[in-house]
């Protein structure tokens, strides 16, 4: 019923909400790509894709369209590799910094297993120096993890910026130290923070030590003080609080792909491909 190149070519518009970024990321020429969405929307009965002369956005039809066409896809990939007998084979032991993994990275994961059925692929949650040193060590594959912004080294995803997070109700005190909820040292943010606080004389004081980003969240809102993260993760009930206190500025951050150069590339590549150009923000 639904023409796989015409969900590919609607999936790139979902995704980048532009016919003309979405004919650039599959090499076809615009008009083709607004065919083939016409098409999809005649054959589903329905408007998937509203437009106008400023923008371009996704009904609710449309929304509804996206997950079943990821799901079709899926399938598709999936079915033509393994009766075409290339079907992709091996392990793929992956790390990722653990507030990435509250992104929509699961549903990459999810869509990247339906078309890889026979990749065994291994997953480790941790913080990013941690994960970065069994890199090195040979005990993992392909990490994802928060790295310092413009470092040379991997595959740049996204690249964001770190906001000091709080309560509404927070209330801060420029005469007293400023409360630190963080990971445990070694720790990217952790690290920038309190460089940046040095930086400007402002002392601070650690009220709250976590691993899992579960714990950061649930620090700041029972009010135990204030943490730093990418300003894209930041959740509805808090707020970036800092130029409400006049924090200052702790830098940039860039989501980073690492790979072991001496690992399985086809398959290190097939992940990769799968998360490059994806926007990853708070999954709801």
């Not at 799901?71 to 507030?99: K, P, Q």
């Not at 929509?104 to 692929?121: A, S, T």
């Not at 963080?182 to 030590?209: F, H, M, N, V």
Request: charged share 20%; proline share 4%; with cysteine.
């Amino acid at each position: 019923m639904f023409e796989p190149a015409q969900l590919r070519s609607f999936l790139a518009v979902a995704e980048t909400l532009s016919f003309t970024k979405a004919a650039e990321r599959l090499g076809l020429a615009q008009p083709t790509v607004s065919q083939h969405v016409r098409k999809l929307e005649t054959a589903a009965k329905r408007v998937l894709v509203a437009r106008d002369t400023r923008d371009v956005r996704l009904t609710d039809n449309g929304d509804a369209m996206a997950g079943f066409a990821r799901s079709i896809l899926a399938a598709h990939d999936s079915a033509s590799r393994y009766f075409s007998g290339s079907a992709m084979r091996g392990r793929l032991r992956f790390g990722t910094a653990d507030d990435l993994a509250i992104t929509g990275l699961p549903r990459i994961l999810r869509e990247f297993r339906q078309v890889y059925p026979h990749i065994n692929l291994e997953l480790t949650v941790g913080q990013s120096d941690h994960l970065y040193k069994r890199l090195n060590a040979g005990q993992l594959d392909l990490v994802f993890v928060k790295w310092v912004a413009g470092a040379k080294e991997g595959t740049v995803v996204q690249q964001d910026s770190f906001a000091w997070v709080g309560l509404e109700q927070t209330v801060l005190d420029p005469s007293e130290s400023v409360p630190l909820i963080a990971y445990p040292s070694p720790s990217l943010s952790r690290k920038l923070a309190i460089d940046a606080l040095e930086s400007t004389g402002r002392t601070w004081r650690i009220t709250c030590t976590t691993r899992q980003i579960s714990g950061v969240l649930a620090a700041v809102r029972a009010g135990i003080g204030v943490a730093v993260m990418p300003s894209s993760l930041v959740p509805d009930d808090l707020l970036n609080i800092t130029r409400r206190f006049d924090l200052p500025s702790v830098g940039d951050v860039d989501f980073t792909l690492i790979r072991n150069p001496l690992a399985n590339t086809e398959v290190i590549e097939a992940l990769t491909q799968s998360i490059v150009g994806r926007t990853l923000k708070r999954s709801a």
